[in-house]
């Protein structure tokens, strides 16, 4: 027992910041803004769809590692009616339990132990912990507020012999930013030059208030470099189906694959038939969707700033990153544990998504997919904060 256990050496980056919050939550009947998942369930139709493939037999046994052929096509369909690439749905698309392990499957399947990892933090929990497992090392490249644009000179200067590959997030969790098409070309050309392969993670691709989704993949030199994940989660309001995708060459979907195999093998078998109606729904779906969310942006981001937040307005995701300084706060983690007592509001301080933990020290995040009710009750209740 001399050797630090694997939970000692992930512990840090957000590993236990949201078990810890969610119970100060439930302990103290406070409203959770912490943790990123709607309280309202997605389209009837789609849920409707999942309890059918049940109720009838389909996907209640292990369904093909690769995913059920119907998911695969509708994948495949997508990438195409969004962004106008082809992905053969047999050799090309990988159905996962949900992002995550796409993401652990990516990095265990192409980390070697000692290569670098280039992420942008702050960066969600679960990049670190994988580049861990894998054996990697990862390199930060800071996004700084306001605008939390990618420094290409940084990203420039953190390549080395060793690196590996980019874990790019755009829309990006937990600074809303999203990663312009300029900006995606600049790194996809660094890739090029240097050549790396860059894993996207895309799980918020249609929650976007400002700008455009640009498919990393679909740039000059990147289809055979890139290995897009998404899923759908974020985008059809079921997080707890945990259904997953990877879009990448042959060469590299086996190779994620290898590593699915014995993390999962398969899951969640009915609901893949489910998710493929989901991806088959009308573009206006996926507007309103959108419109929805912005709403509930804009009467979290105006009354938070109204309290005296320092508010950073995301053009994606549904979480809003502030700085606590105008509150006369210091301390983003000492401001979260504390917030459930003197408001009844449960927040995340962004320094655990930090390697550079002083960056975010003054930041806290807010997840705004919740009903505007709720959203305004929070705000009635964060009102004694304000200063002055
Ligand atoms: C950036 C990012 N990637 C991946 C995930 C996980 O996605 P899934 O629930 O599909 O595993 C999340 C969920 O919060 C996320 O914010």
Excluded at 107 to 120: C, S
Excluded at 242 to 255: C, D, M, Q, R
Aim: charged share 20%.
């Amino acid at each position: 027992m001399n050797r630090p256990l694997l939970s000692r050496r992930l512990a840090g980056a957000g590993t236990t910041i949201f078990a810890e919050m969610s119970a100060l939550a439930a302990a103290t009947g406070s409203i959770n803004l912490g943790q990123g998942f709607p309280d309202t369930d997605g389209p009837r139709g789609v849920a409707e769809a999942a309890a059918s493939a049940i109720l009838e037999g389909r996907g209640n046994q292990y369904p093909p590692g690769i995913g059920i052929p119907e998911l695969r096509h509708a994948i495949a369909e997508h990438q195409q009616r969004f962004y106008a690439q082809t992905y053969d749905p047999d050799t090309e698309v990988l159905v996962t339990a949900g992002a995550t392990e796409a993401i652990a499957a990516a990095l265990l399947a192409l980390v070697e132990p000692g290569d670098e990892v280039i992420a942008f933090e702050p960066y969600y929990d679960s990049y670190a912990a994988c580049i861990s497992m894998a054996g990697g090392t990862r390199v930060p490249v800071t996004l700084r507020p306001p605008a939390f644009r990618p420094d290409l000179d940084e990203l420039r200067k953190a390549i080395t012999k060793r690196t590996r590959l980019i874990l790019l997030n755009s829309p990006h969790n937990p600074t809303g930013a999203v990663f312009t098409r300029d900006e995606m070309t600049a790194i996809a050309r660094l890739a090029v030059t240097r050549d790396l392969l860059v894993i996207t993670d895309e799980v918020y691709e249609h929650l976007i208030y400002h700008g455009e989704h640009v498919l990393m993949a679909s740039l000059p030199g990147m289809r055979e470099r890139t290995v897009s994940i998404s899923s759908a989660g974020k985008a059809f309001s079921f997080t707890g189906w945990k259904i997953g995708w990877v879009t990448a060459t042959p060469e590299l979907v086996s190779a994620v694959r290898a590593a699915k195999q014995f993390l999962t093998y398969v899951s969640g078998g009915p609901f893949q038939y489910a998710v493929a109606e989901a991806l088959s729904l009308p573009d206006s779906y996926f507007i309103d969707l959108a419109e929805d969310l912005k709403s509930k942006r804009d009467i979290l981001s105006a009354g938070l700033a109204d309290i005296g937040f320092e508010v950073y307005p995301p053009d994606g995701t549904y979480f809003i990153t502030t700085d606590i300084r105008p509150l006369g706060e210091k301390d983003g983690i000492d401001f979260c544990r504390d917030l459930p007592r003197r408001a009844r509001v449960v927040a995340i301080p962004s320094a655990v998504f930090y390697d550079d933990q002083a960056a975010g020290k003054t930041q806290v995040r807010f997840a705004f997919c919740k009903r505007p009710e709720v959203l305004t009750e929070a705000l009635a209740r964060l009102a004694g904060l304000r200063t002055g």
